[in-house]
């Protein structure tokens, strides 16, 4: 990939952390991991890749995700709830040759 690019690897569980390190992973995403399994993983990853948590996270627990107890805190935190709750709308457009 050019070097603008970056490389994201999805995990879900502390071996898959450990490979996307050894792959050399520019970010780790923690996919659906309790805010008291993150250090765990968090002690995993070298603080030159970053760290994106993902899946589970609501407004209600967002705090928990981004205060817990670690050397390191994640870089960001998503929540899809805007995703997936967005309604959705079923579109057609129909091309039709202009006759004279």
Same mark, same amino acid.
């Given at each position: 990939?050019? %070097? $603008?690019?970056?490389? #994201? +690897?999805? @995990? *879900? @569980? !502390? #071996?898959?952390?450990?490979? /996307? $390190? #050894?792959?050399?992973?520019d &970010? &780790?995403?923690?996919?659906?991991m309790?805010?008291?399994? !993150?250090?765990? /993983?968090? *002690?995993? &990853?070298?603080? %030159?890749?970053? +760290? #994106? +948590?993902?899946?589970?996270?609501? !407004?209600? =627990?967002?705090r928990?995700?981004? @205060?817990?107890?670690? %050397?390191?805190?994640?870089? %960001?935190?998503? $929540? ?6 967005? +309604? =959705? /709308?079923? !579109? ?6 202009? @006759? /004279?």
């Amino acid at each position: 990939a050019p %070097f $603008v690019r970056k490389i #994201e +690897v999805e @995990t *879900e @569980t !502390l #071996e898959q952390v450990r490979e /996307a $390190v #050894e792959a050399g992973a520019d &970010i &780790i995403m923690l996919d659906n991991m309790t805010p008291d399994m !993150l250090p765990s /993983a968090l *002690e995993r &990853i070298p603080s %030159f890749i970053e +760290v #994106e +948590v993902s899946g589970g996270v609501s !407004l209600d =627990t967002i705090r928990a995700y981004a @205060t817990v107890n670690s %050397f390191r805190k994640p870089d %960001f935190i998503s $929540v899809g709830r805007i995703t997936h709750s967005a +309604v =959705t /709308a079923d !579109l057609s457009m129909r091309i039709a040759k202009e @006759t /004279a």
